[in-house]
């Protein structure tokens, strides 16, 4: 964080209610010991480019070693500002926990990463809730070579939530995951996706040197069992490639076939599950919405697909078996798969 110094946290006399409320919280949790403040030497509610007044870290020994970075600033730290009586601010700060190795500081990076999420925030104006992943399009800790490029957010196991006198707020820790970890939870329930990495990474301490829990039969076993019993509750997915719509009198639909395999999944997970999902890109919305009878149809500028049980089925084989272009037999449809940058492996599973 290039805008905070250590232990600049101090205030100069003012009492900060919310701030004091988040201190004791993390004093109950870690008595007899003084969290290492790192605070903004600007922020900006004075003006500055930094969203949060703050980070705060502890050294923990539960299940492992490893340091706790709490933020200070989604929440309201001064009096109640916001209009929402029940919460305070967006109603949560994060958390990070990241195993500790031979050193005595802890590392800057988190700081780093927790800020950036702040910045997403403030200028998109979302929240995170439980559940809720976020893709980081590359290493978590970029000068650390690791398969962590994701993060997912679940209630902190030992913070938990509280009532301050400006509202209610959670602490959400964010997991770091791989990519096909986060593909994963996208195809099931995310909370209990976290739930269900906790036998394997306690409290959810991130090891950069960890490899994916996809690769374990035992977690992949949980997963599929999992999905096909709760379906998912990703109700938007983003991909680059995609159009669809209807061209001289036949229905199309075209998509990147690096995420056929994603989307056939959580067709299965979603539509099966009598649940409709949205694709989106930057220039089209295409809707998968399960029906007694099959269809296409255009609705406020999204094509939607109205799916049967057989032309689901059909939809997400032709998905899986990655060719170029197939016209479907239970729904008016061609799909058309593009190959940008990869190779073709025609009817390969």
């Known amino acids: 964080m290039s805008e905070m110094e250590k232990n600049t946290g101090e205030e100069s006399g003012q009492?900060?209610?919310?701030?004091?409320?988040?201190?004791?919280?993390?004093?109950?949790?870690?008595?007899?010991q003084e969290g290492t403040y790192y605070g903004a030497m600007i922020p900006a509610s004075l003006g500055g480019k930094d969203p949060l007044d703050g980070v705060e870290v502890w050294e923990s020994r539960s299940k492992m070693p490893h340091w706790h970075y709490v933020t200070y600033g989604f929440s309201e730290l001064d009096g109640k500002e916001c209009g929402d009586p029940d919460n305070s601010g967006y109603g949560f700060e994060l958390t990070f926990r990241l195993k500790k190795g031979e050193e005595t500081e802890p590392p800057v990076w988190p700081m780093n990463l927790l800020e950036n999420l702040a910045r997403y925030v403030f200028s998109a104006g979302n929240g995170f809730a439980p559940g809720h992943y976020i893709d980081c399009n590359g290493p978590i800790a970029l000068e650390e070579e690791t398969a962590l490029t994701a993060l997912a957010f679940r209630k902190d196991p030992e913070l938990g939530e509280m009532d301050t006198p400006n509202g209610?707020?959670?602490?959400?820790?964010?997991?770091?995951?791989?990519?096909?970890?986060?593909?994963?939870l996208m195809c099931w329930d995310g909370v209990k996706f976290l739930e269900q990495m906790e036998s394997?990474?306690?409290l959810g301490i991130t090891d950069l040197g960890r490899t994916s829990l996809m690769d374990r039969s035992e977690f992949q076993a949980a997963w599929e069992e999992g999905m096909a019993r709760d379906g998912s509750s990703t109700r938007y997915l983003y991909t680059d490639e995609l159009d669809g719509g209807k061209q001289g009198g036949e229905s199309f639909l075209r998509l990147g076939a690096?995420?056929?395999?994603?989307i056939s999944l959580m067709l299965q997970a979603r539509v099966g599950?009598?649940?409709?999902?949205?694709?989106?890109?930057?220039?089209a919305t295409v809707g998968f919405r399960p029906g007694d009878r099959a269809g296409a149809?255009?609705?406020?500028?999204?094509?939607i697909l109205i799916l049967t049980e057989p032309a689901l089925?059909?939809?997400c084989q032709v998905l899986e078996a990655q060719k170029?272009?197939?016209?479907?037999?239970?729904l008016p449809l061609t799909v058309e798969l593009t190959f940008s940058g990869q190779a073709e492996h025609p009817d390969e599973h």
């Open 200 to 202: 394997f990474v306690p």
């Open 258 to 262: 690096s995420r056929a395999r994603l």
């Open 324 to 330: 170029r272009s197939c016209r479907l037999e239970q």
């Open 15 to 32: 009492a900060r209610m919310g701030m004091d409320a988040i201190g004791e919280a993390l004093s109950r949790l870690y008595p007899g």
């Open 168 to 184: 209610h707020l959670v602490f959400l820790e964010a997991v770091a995951v791989t990519g096909d970890e986060m593909e994963s």
């Open 273 to 283: 599950k009598g649940r409709p999902l949205y694709v989106e890109s930057r220039d």
């Open 297 to 303: 149809e255009l609705r406020d500028g999204v094509f």
């Open 313 to 315: 089925q059909e939809l």
